[in-house]
C-alpha cells in the first residue's frame, strides 16, 4: 500500500512544478529582496534596521494582539453555532450554515465600510444611543475595532472546520458517553470537541494567519499600527525597494508557518482517527424548551451581528442620500440599473476565475493532501509546507512577484501572461490553496487508512481505491474547500488590483472597489456587492443541498 | 521613410477610415469621470475603444515604468504634478503639439502646461475644507473660513484627513499649508490640525467620504470630492481658504505606446470644448482649463480665473519635489503612527487652556511648543544632505540604515514630547 510508484512520483513532481512556479519563486524573489544589499551580497543589516524601529517592534506586538483576540472571539462565535447546528434538531440548520458562510465572500474592506456605517463613529447604532441615553460606543475605534470587524469576517473558518470535523464524529462515541451517564457541557468537554480538535485547530489557525497577514480590514479602519499596513505601506509609499518591506514579509511567513507547524504538531501528536463511520448516525438530540430558547436567542444574536455588514451594504445600495441618519431617507433601485449597464462583464469574470481556481485548489488539495498522509514519497512533508506558504504572503506581494517573474511571457492564444485572465486564476488558486488543503487534510485524517486496507484486501488497486472509498469518504471536506476558495477568491482585492490590466479583465471585487473610490459610486459599488453575496450565497447553499444529496450522512444540518 | 509616412498616413485616416485604435488610460480619477469620457469620446470616435486602467497614482507611476516600449499604456492622466515630472524625468511622456488655443498659459502665475510640452493642464484643483451640515448642526460647530480655523479646540475630534504619504492631493495640501504659511509656522498648524483630527484616512477618499455619510464633521480634500458629493445631493458643503493654491491637473501622452496616435487623439478630445464641458456634470465637478466653459456653469459655479478664490500660495513644484520624502516620512512618523499620543496631547492642551480662560502660563506654552514643533526645524529641512539620504538608493545599506535612524529619532522624540505635554498641561491649574 505504502510503496511509492512511478504515478505517485510524476503528480507529486507535478504539483511541486506548479507551486515553484508560481509560489516560491516569487516568494525567492521576496526573501532574497530582505536579505540583499545593493550589490546583491547577503546581509542582515536590514532586519537590524528594523527592529531598531521601535514602530516596527510596537506594530508586531499589536498584530500578535490582534490576531490572538480574534481567534478567541472568533471561537466564542463559531463553537456554539457548529454544535448546536449539528447535534441537535435544528429548524434551518443549513440555513445557518449558509449564511455563517456569507461573511467570507464581501471582501474586507467591502464589509468594513458597510460596518462603519452601522456601528462607526456616526452609524445607526451610536446615533440611537447617542438619542436615547447620550453617549456612544467606540465598536469602531483602534485595534478592537480591527478584532470586532476580523471576528466577523473570519469565524467561518472555524464554523466550517468544527461542522465538518463534527459530522464525520462517529455518533456511536457521543451515544456511548450519554449511556454512561455524561451530558450537557460535560459531554461537549470531554468527547465531542477533543474529537473534533483537528477540524477547530484547523479552522482556528487559519483564522489567526489570515488576520496576522490582513490588510484590507486594518486599512479601512485607519489603524497602521500592524505589521501587514506597515509592509504595504513601505512597499506602495516608499518604493518597491524598501527592504523593510520585505522584511516584514518574512516575518510574516515565518510566523505562519510557525503558527501552522504547531497546529500540525498538535494534531499529529495525538491519535483522532475514528474507525467506524458507517451505520447509521444517532437521530439528532433535542433540546429542552429553555435550551432551545437559550440556543435561538444565542444563534438569532449571533445571525444578527454576521448579518450586519450585509444589511448596511444593502441599504446603501438602495438609498440616495445617507448621511448622520440612523436609515436612508431615499430610497432607488438606480443603482442596480447603473451596475447592470455597465458591469455584467465583472459578474462573469469572477465565477470564471474563482471557479477555476476553486476547481484547481480542490485537486491539488486531495492530491497533495493524499500524498502527505497516505504515502511514504519523500519530501511529502515540503509540497504541505510550500502551500503554508502560501497563506503568509501578502497578496500585494505576490503580485509584484508574478508581475516581475512573468513579465514578457507569452502564451499561445492568450497572449501576455501577466495581461490575460489566467494570471488571476492561478493568482487566487494558489493564496486560497492552503484553505482547501486545510480541509481536505481534516477530511482525510479522520478517514481510517484501513478502510482502504480493507478496499485493497479486497482486491482494488490504488486508483479504484482513491476513487472508489477516499475521495466519496472526503467529499464534506472537498466541497468546504471548494467552497472556500471560492468565495475568499471572490472577495480578494490587494491581488486584484495590481493584476488588473484592464477593465474588460477586472472580476467584481475590483469593481466594487472602483465604484467605493467617488461618491456618487458608493451606491453602484454597494449594488455590485450585494449581487456578489446573492450570487455567492445562493451557490454555496446550493453545493450544500449536492452533498445532501450524494452522501446525507456527511452534511451538517440536512438531517431532517 | 515611406513606410513611416504610410503609417503616419494611415494613423491620420484612421478615425476616418474607421480604423480600430484601442487607447489606454492609466489615471486616478473616479469611474464616473472615466466613465462619462469613456462614452463621449467611443460615441465620437467610433473606431477607437477606450481601456480605462484606474491606479492611484504612485502605482501608475509603477505600472508605465514596468511596461515594455511598445505596449505601453497611451495616456496617463492624474492630479499630482509631481508624477509627471518623474515621468518625465524617466523620459516616458512623448510631447504633444496640438492643444486647444482656447485655453490660457497661466491661472494666476502657474503655468498650465509644461513648459516642456511635456504634459498638458486638463483641469484646475484647489484644496479646501469640506464639512457635513448635519453634523455640523448636531454638534454645534462653527462653519471655518480658514485652515488656521481646524486648529481651533472647538473642533477636536471633529476633522480628518488622509496622510500625504498615501495621497497626492493630501500632499499638495500639505506642501501648500507649508508654503504658504512657512516650514515652522505651517507644521503648528498642520500638527494642531491633525491633533483634532478623528482619524487620518488610509485612503484620500476615505476623507469625502467619512465627511458624507457623516462619521466625521470636516475634512481637508480636493475640491471636486466637496463639490461632486454636494452636487450629488449630500449634505455637505465646501469652501476654498484663502491660504490654497490652483494647480492643473494633467493629461500626457506616455512614450512608447502601442498607438499614440489614438492616444493624442483621446488628449485632443480631453482638451477640446466637448471635452471641457464633461467637467461640469454634477458627479464630476472639476474646473475646466478652458476659461469661455465657466459662462455655461451652473450659478455659484467656482471659476479660477475670475479671482472668484483666492490662491494666495504660488505653489512651487521644485521646492515640494526637492523635499516630497522628507515631508511624507517625517508626517508618517509624527502624526500618522503616532496619531493616537498626538491627540491624547492636543486634547490636554486644549482642556489645559480652557481651565486657565486665557491666563497666560508658562507651563501651557512649555506643552504647546512640545506638540506643536515639528522635529525637523526651517534649517534643518534646507539640509542638502538630509534631502539627499532620503532620495538616495533603496538598496543602498548604509544610506537605509541612517534613514531608519533618522525617522526613529524623529518617532521617539515626538512620542516622548507628547507624553511630556501630556504630564504639563495636565498639571495646569
Keep these: 500500500m505504502n510503496r511509492t510508484n512511478p504515478g505517485i512520483v510524476a503528480i507529486g513532481l507535478a504539483i511541486a512544478a506548479f507551486l515553484l512556479a508560481f509560489l516560491v519563486v516569487p516568494v525567492a524573489t521576496v526573501v532574497y529582496t530582505a536579505f540583499s544589499n545593493a550589490e546583491g551580497g547577503f546581509t542582515l543589516a536590514h532586519f537590524s534596521a528594523f527592529s531598531e524601529i521601535s514602530l516596527m517592534r510596537e506594530s508586531f506586538a499589536n498584530s500578535l494582539y490582534v490576531a490572538g483576540m480574534t481567534v478567541l472571539c472568533a471561537s466564542l462565535l463559531a463553537v456554539p453555532l457548529a454544535y448546536l447546528t449539528v447535534r441537535f434538531q435544528f429548524r434551518g440548520a443549513a440555513l445557518i450554515h449558509t449564511l455563517g458562510v456569507l461573511p467570507l465572500i464581501m471582501p474586507a474592506f467591502v464589509g468594513a465600510a458597510a460596518m462603519q456605517l452601522l456601528f462607526g463613529r456616526s452609524g445607526s447604532v451610536n446615533l440611537i444611543l447617542n438619542d436615547a441615553f447620550g453617549f456612544t460606543l467606540p465598536l469602531m475605534e483602534g485595534l478592537h475595532g480591527v478584532i470586532f470587524v476580523e471576528t466577523l469576517h473570519y469565524f467561518p473558518f472555524v464554523l466550517l472546520n468544527l461542522a465538518a470535523s463534527l459530522a464525520n464524529i462517529d455518533t456511536s462515541m457521543e451515544e456511548a458517553a450519554q449511556n454512561l451517564g455524561s451530558s450537557g457541557f460535560r459531554l461537549f468537554r470531554k468527547i465531542v470537541f477533543p474529537l473534533a480538535l483537528p477540524g477547530y485547530i484547523a479552522g482556528a489557525s487559519l483564522v489567526f494567519i489570515k488576520v496576522f497577514d490582513d490588510l484590507g480590514t486594518p486599512l479601512v479602519l485607519n489603524v497602521t499600527n500592524l505589521l501587514a499596513p506597515q509592509a504595504y505601506l513601505r512597499v506602495t509609499s516608499i518604493g518597491l525597494e524598501d527592504p523593510i518591506g520585505y522584511v516584514i514579509c518574512v516575518i510574516l511567513v515565518v510566523f505562519s508557518i510557525a503558527a501552522m507547524s504547531g497546529s500540525w504538531w498538535f494534531v499529529q501528536r495525538r491519535d483522532f482517527a475514528i474507525q467506524s463511520r458507517g451505520g447509521v448516525s444517532a437521530p439528532l438530540r433535542r433540546l429542552g424548551p429553555w435550551q432551545t430558547v437559550l440556543a435561538n436567542g444565542w444563534i438569532a444574536l449571533v445571525m444578527l451581528l454576521v448579518l450586519s455588514p450585509h444589511l448596511g451594504l444593502l441599504l446603501l445600495s438602495l438609498s440616495k442620500v445617507w448621511s448622520f441618519t440612523v436609515l436612508p431617507e431615499q430610497f432607488t433601485l438606480m443603482h442596480y440599473a447603473t451596475v447592470f449597464e455597465d458591469s455584467t462583464r465583472m459578474i462573469w469574470n469572477t465565477f470564471l476565475y474563482c471557479g477555476l481556481a476553486a476547481l484547481l485548489d480542490v485537486i491539488l488539495g486531495t492530491a497533495i493532501a493524499y500524498l502527505v498522509l497516505r504515502t511514504k514519497l519523500p519530501g511529502r512533508q515540503l509540497l504541505d509546507h510550500m502551500v503554508t506558504v502560501a497563506l503568509a504572503m501578502p497578496g500585494l506581494v505576490l503580485g509584484i512577484g508574478y508581475l516581475r517573474t512573468f513579465r514578457g511571457v507569452e502564451l499561445p492564444w492568450f497572449g501576455p501572461l501577466t495581461a490575460s485572465g489566467v494570471i488571476f486564476v492561478i493568482a487566487y488558486a494558489v493564496r486560497r490553496l492552503p484553505y482547501a488543503l486545510r480541509s481536505c487534510m481534516a477530511a482525510l485524517a479522520q478517514i481510517h487508512p484501513s478502510l482502504e486496507e480493507a478496499a485493497g484486501n479486497l482486491g482494488a488497486g490504488r486508483w479504484r481505491t482513491v476513487r472508489r472509498i477516499v475521495v466519496p469518504l472526503m467529499m464534506g471536506g472537498i466541497l468546504a474547500g471548494f467552497v472556500t476558495s471560492f468565495v475568499t477568491a471572490a472577495g480578494e482585492i490587494s491581488e486584484t488590483i495590481l493584476l488588473t490590466s484592464r477593465e474588460s479583465l477586472a472580476p467584481m471585487s475590483y469593481g466594487i472597489y472602483l465604484y467605493m473610490q467617488s461618491i456618487a459610486g458608493r451606491g453602484p459599488g454597494a449594488a455590485l456587492g450585494v449581487i456578489a453575496v446573492v450570487l455567492i450565497g445562493v451557490g454555496t447553499w446550493y453545493s450544500h443541498r449536492l452533498v445532501a444529496a450524494r452522501a446525507p450522512r456527511d452534511v451538517p444540518g440536512e438531517k431532517t | ?429
Excluded at chain 2, 382 to 401: I, Q, Y
Aim: glycine share 8%; with cysteine.
Design chain 2, 1 to 429: 521613410m515611406s513606410l513611416a509616412r504610410l503609417t503616419l498616413a494611415a494613423a491620420l485616416l484612421a478615425p476616418a477610415l474607421g480604423l480600430a485604435d484601442t487607447v489606454t488610460v492609466v489615471t486616478s480619477f473616479p469611474k464616473e469621470l472615466t466613465t462619462a469620457y469613456k462614452k463621449a469620446f467611443e460615441a465620437k470616435f467610433p473606431g477607437d475603444k477606450l481601456e480605462i486602467l484606474n491606479k492611484n497614482t504612485a502605482a501608475g507611476i509603477a505600472y508605465v515604468r514596468e511596461q515594455q516600449p511598445g505596449s505601453r499604456p497611451e495616456v496617463f492622466w492624474a492630479s499630482a504634478p509631481d508624477a509627471f515630472e518623474v515621468l518625465a524625468s524617466g523620459k516616458l511622456l512623448q510631447k504633444v503639439d496640438s492643444g486647444n488655443a482656447a485655453i490660457p498659459a497661466r491661472v494666476g502665475a502657474y503655468p498650465i502646461n509644461d513648459p516642456e510640452g511635456l504634459y498638458k493642464g486638463q483641469a484646475l484643483a484647489g484644496y479646501g475644507i469640506m464639512w457635513n451640515t448635519r453634523y455640523m448642526a448636531a454638534n454645534k460647530l462653527p462653519v471655518p473660513k480658514e485652515w488656521a480655523d481646524l486648529a481651533k479646540p472647538v473642533y477636536f475630534g471633529h476633522v480628518a484627513t488622509s496622510s500625504p504619504s498615501r495621497s497626492g492631493t493630501t500632499h499638495l495640501t500639505v506642501e501648500t499649508i507649508l508654503q504658504g504659511e512657512g516650514w515652522m509656522n505651517g507644521w503648528a498648524q498642520l500638527l494642531a490640525i491633525s491633533g483634532n483630527c478623528a482619524a487620518i484616512t488610509e485612503r484620500s477618499f476615505g476623507v469625502p467620504d467619512g465627511v458624507s455619510n457623516g462619521q466625521f464633521g470636516l475634512g481637508l480634500v480636493i475640491d471636486f470630492f466637496g463639490l461632486a458629493a454636494k452636487n450629488s445631493g449630500m449634505p455637505v458643503e465646501f469652501i476654498y481658504p484663502s491660504m490654497t493654491a490652483i494647480v492643473p491637473a494633467n493629461i500626457a501622452l506616455v512614450a512608447g505606446a502601442k498607438s499614440p496616435e489614438g492616444g493624442k487623439r483621446f488628449i485632443q478630445f480631453t482638451l477640446s470644448e466637448e471635452g471641457q464641458m464633461l467637467l461640469l456634470q454634477k458627479d464630476i465637478s472639476r474646473l475646466p482649463v478652458m476659461p469661455a466653459i465657466y459662462a455655461k456653469a451652473p450659478a455659484g459655479y467656482p471659476n479660477p480665473f475670475s479671482g472668484a478664490i483666492q490662491a494666495k500660495v504660488n505653489f512651487d513644484t521644485e521646492l515640494s519635489e526637492s523635499r516630497y520624502y522628507v515631508v511624507v516620512a517625517l508626517y508618517d512618523q509624527i502624526v500618522t503612527f503616532r496619531h493616537k499620543e498626538l491627540a491624547a496631547a492636543t486634547k490636554a492642551v486644549w482642556e489645559a487652556e480652557k481651565r486657565l480662560a486665557g491666563k497666560a502660563n508658562p507651563q501651557l506654552d512649555e506643552a504647546k511648543k512640545l506638540v506643536f514643533t515639528p522635529p525637523v526645524d526651517d534649517k534643518q529641512i534646507a539640509d542638502k544632505a538630509l534631502l539627499a539620504l532620503f532620495k538616495a538608493d533603496k538598496k543602498d545599506e548604509t544610506a537605509s540604515k541612517q534613514k531608519a535612524k533618522v525617522e526613529e529619532e524623529w518617532a521617539s522624540k515626538a512620542k516622548a514630547n507628547y507624553a511630556k505635554a501630556v504630564e504639563l498641561a495636565n498639571a495646569v491649574k
